[in-house]
């Protein structure tokens, strides 16, 4: 009888210690070095308004922990209120998912600094912007020289500035369409094709959505690319 009251009570210790947290439970911490008065927001947007989840007041500590339940993996936002006014460099963009998220920055340097672990479909996400970053730092550089004032192109050469910076533009097209494609397990494949090239041709965004895993295609961007297509299909 003893036995079974102590197996009773061990029961009741683990599922206690369970209620802390499930499966769809995200749990983002880190610290903001050199962070000493401002509130911390975390912030995500559920259909087309950007709602805040939750916030810290840091008053001499940087540390912080956010805690929330989500459905899917989906993009959150790590926002800073400083009070100095200023409003650059204040909102760290992530992919969330269950489990622990680590997020380390600076105060004075908030989203290019931040070093972000844990997520996996932010990883892919990285993997994603490194590459991208090549196409749009190159196609500022035709932009630049197009702008140029002290050494104004003539035609010709505006001309060819502008066939080099729509062959850069059709190329980051390509890789990010192929890169969906060839990320067809992970969330970010129709996350891409929804806000990088929802105005690519129909069939290539269909093969995107057709190839995605239905644990991908039945989570927030799977259907949100799902209803877009079907939106272009009735204006056809």
């Not at 903001?32 to 401002?38: A, E, I």
Request: aromatic fraction near 10%.
């Amino acid at each position: 009888m003893k036995n079974l009251q102590f197996l009773f009570v061990i029961l009741l210790i683990l599922a206690s210690c369970g209620n802390d947290g499930n499966e769809n439970t995200m749990i983002v911490t880190g610290n903001v070095k050199g962070l000493k008065k401002g509130t911390l927001y975390l912030q995500h947007i559920p259909d087309s308004t950007l709602v805040t989840l939750d916030s810290l007041v840091v008053d001499g500590d940087g540390s912080f922990s956010f805690k929330t339940d989500i459905e899917s993996p989906e993009i959150f936002y790590l926002y800073l209120n400083k009070k100095d006014n200023n409003d650059i460099n204040d909102r760290i963009t992530f992919f969330g998912e269950p489990g622990q998220i680590i997020i380390n920055t600076s105060w004075n340097t908030f989203d290019t600094n931040a070093k972000i672990k844990g997520s996996q479909t932010h990883e892919t996400l990285e993997e994603y912007q490194k590459v991208m970053s090549r196409f749009n730092s190159k196609n500022l550089e035709f932009m630049q020289l197009a702008a140029n004032t002290e050494k104004p192109l003539d035609s010709l050469q505006m001309d060819s500035v502008q066939r080099l910076s729509d062959k850069n533009i059709q190329r980051g097209y390509a890789f990010a369409l192929n890169f969906a494609l060839n990320n067809k397990n992970s969330h970010v494949a129709p996350y891409i094709a929804i806000t990088e090239v929802a105005d690519a041709n129909i069939k290539y965004l269909d093969s995107i959505y057709g190839s995605l895993i239905p644990e991908v295609a039945n989570a927030k961007y799977g259907v949100a690319l799902r209803n877009h297509l079907e939106n272009l299909k009735k204006e056809k």
